[in-house]
């Protein structure tokens, strides 16, 4: 995409998207798991024991990392 | 549409959203706005902003294609109606559109791509001339603004219910921020930001059916569930429950969605309507523009996951029976429509639940930038420069488009306004679209597959088919005897007479094409060369290998929808 144009792929922006966003949900289900350590705090969410914002904020920056580095700007497309 | 009036019902929001939620959405206002800006630039000649330049890959333009089709209120719809019809709702995703996509891809996109045309009306005037070409656009147009003021006005109704924001602050926000990135970007923009929301749906939605599997004990134990909260209800089995119109909950008879959903209303839909099709027609080359629908049907297969299985999964393990929608939902009931967003709440917590909302929101603004970017398009080229100003420069049509998303966004804001206050409004602008789509289905198809048909033929079997459509509407809407007639039966529902309606007006449009043809003079062949099949050379990729031709994929595609259909049959 963007051949004619130079354009920034589009894939390079899901890649801000999902690394903003898994920084963002993982830190606040660090918080958030480090606040259920030290209290009993009820949760409204069922399944909260499983930690799920740390898991998939993770993922989400894995992901993330991978996008920006495999079509970061500048980088020539095969 | 009454569904999301209902939710109006004075009541305590759903959500309280916590700093870090907000982040979430306000970080993709943010980017969605920065992109704009950052496309503008590339944005400059009338094929760079009403086609993005034809430069996308068949994955962006299959992303955005299917994407387009993933707006907001489809989602908290389709959801609520899995709860209330059970996967039945799952045929709208798979025989509903499966089929439809691969013949777009194999069979109808060259004729599209090859005449070079920037929209369907625009083929129609190729092939028909101006009567059969107007008629289509101006529908398309009035129909799509209304259609944006309508969901405007719903999807910020639901913001209130879910999340307790004003009305006007959603629709002012929201559309003005759309505003602005797609007049500066065209349709380089609304497809970006199609892509963006498409990974917004699935990492927003996916943990649903995840942790709601893994609390049900997966799809046996979710079953059982079921069985045990609606005893002797079959929920969980596509065709089994089909045989009769009374046998299952929504009145529907297996031939009702065979030849009224898949043969002509999916197929009207997701070849014929503008709004779709031009992401496609924004692909790079045409092994591109048809791979890009196959492409698509792939991921269309897999969205039941994140929509059909959470209104399955809400029978499942929601306390509370939910209830069908009306204006006056007494304080801790809901409505089948707001089992999406109870199930977020019920497994997301901080952040999961910002970047839960931040899809709808961003479903919401991605289907507001299709509507004005497709209704700009069809303006412009379809109705502005045939019959108000045919020999301007390019500069001049792209600048008319940039004024017509604006004026679009506000017309789209009136509607908004209008339907705050009428709530027939809605209904009726919700089923109009409906009224178009089928009977256009036949008129393009036979014009790509008939040389014969005239362009007397394709006009008047388009109104005709159009006619139909409404008339029938209308009559099953007045009187139930009608929908024993036209629907098949006094028992079918709004969908079910929906499906019939359209398989009826198409082939109204059909049989008056074909009279009428018969009784005029064709276009000599010279006049069809790119545009009809017997007529055109299309490349076939002879000598690609099988990976690369779509034709291998398109089967793929319809292979696996076979084994979807047997293994929840």
Redesign the interface.
């Known amino acids: 995409?963007?051949?004619?144009?130079n354009?920034?792929p589009?894939w390079f922006?899901?890649g801000?998207?999902?690394l903003?966003?898994g920084v963002?949900?993982?830190?606040?289900?660090l918080s958030?798991w480090s606040a259920d350590a030290t209290s009993q705090n009820a949760?409204?969410?069922?399944?909260?024991h499983?930690h799920?914002?740390v898991w998939?904020?993770a993922l989400?920056i894995v992901l993330g990392m991978v996008y920006c580095g495999a079509f970061r700007p500048g980088r020539k497309a095969n | 549409m009454t569904a999301i009036l209902g939710m109006l019902a004075a009541r305590e929001h759903l959500v309280r959203l916590s700093a870090v939620d907000l982040a979430i959405v306000i970080f993709y206002f943010a980017l969605v706005l920065g992109i704009g800006f950052y496309l503008k630039r590339f944005a400059k000649t009338g094929e760079d902003f009403f086609l993005a330049g034809r430069e996308m890959t068949a994955w962006v333009a299959g992303l955005a294609f299917v994407s387009a089709n993933l707006g907001s209120l489809e989602l908290l719809g389709w959801a609520g109606n899995a709860y209330q019809y059970g996967i039945l709702a799952a045929h709208w995703y798979w025989i509903g559109a499966i089929p439809a996509m691969v013949l777009l891809g194999l069979v109808m996109m060259p004729f599209y791509y090859i005449s070079k045309t920037h929209s369907v009306p625009g083929y129609l005037q190729l092939r028909y001339g101006p009567a059969a070409s107007g008629l289509s656009a101006v529908t398309f147009a009035f129909m799509t603004i209304l259609m944006s003021g309508v969901n405007m006005y719903a999807m910020a109704l639901v913001m209130k219910v879910v999340l307790g924001w004003d009305i006007n602050f959603s629709m002012w926000v929201s559309s003005l921020t759309v505003g602005v990135y797609v007049a500066a970007g065209g349709l380089f923009s609304a497809i970006f930001n199609e892509v963006l929301q498409f990974f917004l749906i699935w990492f927003g939605a996916l943990l649903i059916p995840i942790l709601g599997l893994y609390e049900t004990g997966g799809w046996s134990g979710m079953v059982a569930r079921i069985q045990q909260n609606f005893p002797g209800q079959d929920f969980t089995h596509m065709w089994g429950p089909m045989h009769s119109f009374s046998s299952n909950p929504m009145g529907i008879h297996w031939t009702g969605i065979v030849f009224g959903l898949a043969a002509v209303q999916s197929m009207g839909y997701w070849t014929t309507d503008f709004l779709v099709v031009q992401r496609v027609l924004s692909a790079k080359d045409i092994r591109s523009a048809k791979m890009a629908p196959i492409i698509g049907s792939f991921f269309k297969m897999a969205v039941p996951l994140i929509v059909i299985l959470p209104g399955l999964l809400g029978l499942a393990v929601l306390p509370m029976h939910l209830v069908p929608n009306s204006p006056h939902l007494p304080p801790g009931q809901h409505s089948f429509d707001e089992v999406l967003p109870l199930m977020l709440v019920r497994y997301c917590g901080p952040g999961l639940l910002g970047l839960g909302i931040t899809a709808l929101v961003a479903g919401f603004m991605a289907g507001m930038a299709g509507n004005v970017s497709a209704f700009a398009t069809v303006w412009t080229y379809d109705l502005y420069r045939p019959f108000i100003k045919k020999d301007a420069t390019d500069k001049h049509y792209v600048s008319m488009g940039r004024w017509c998303t604006i004026i679009g966004l506000f017309v789209s804001i009136g509607t908004a306004y209008l339907a705050m206050r009428s709530e027939s409004l809605m209904d009726w602008v919700q089923n109009l679209f409906g009224f178009f789509i089928a009977p256009l289905f036949g008129t393009v198809l036979l014009g790509m597959l008939w040389k014969r048909v005239t362009s007397a033929g394709g006009f008047l079997g388009l109104l005709s088919g159009t006619a139909t459509s409404i008339t029938l509407f209308f009559l099953m809407k007045s009187d139930p005897k009608w929908v024993a007639i036209f629907a098949l039966s006094p028992e079918a529902k709004g969908l079910a007479q929906a499906m019939y309606q359209s398989l009826w007006s198409c082939t109204t449009c059909v049989v008056v094409t074909i009279l009428v043809t018969l009784v005029t003079k064709p276009k000599p062949d010279q006049e069809l060369r790119g545009l009809v099949y017997s007529l055109t050379d299309v490349a076939q990729e002879e000598h690609a290998s099988l990976f690369h031709k779509p034709v291998f994929w398109g089967m793929l595609a319809l292979v696996l929808l076979v084994i979807l259909q047997i293994i929840f049959w």
């Open positions: 995409m963007g051949e004619k144009h354009i920034i589009v922006f899901v801000v998207l999902f903003a966003y963002l949900v993982l830190a606040s289900g958030r949760q409204n969410d069922v399944l909260a499983l799920a914002p998939w904020g989400l």
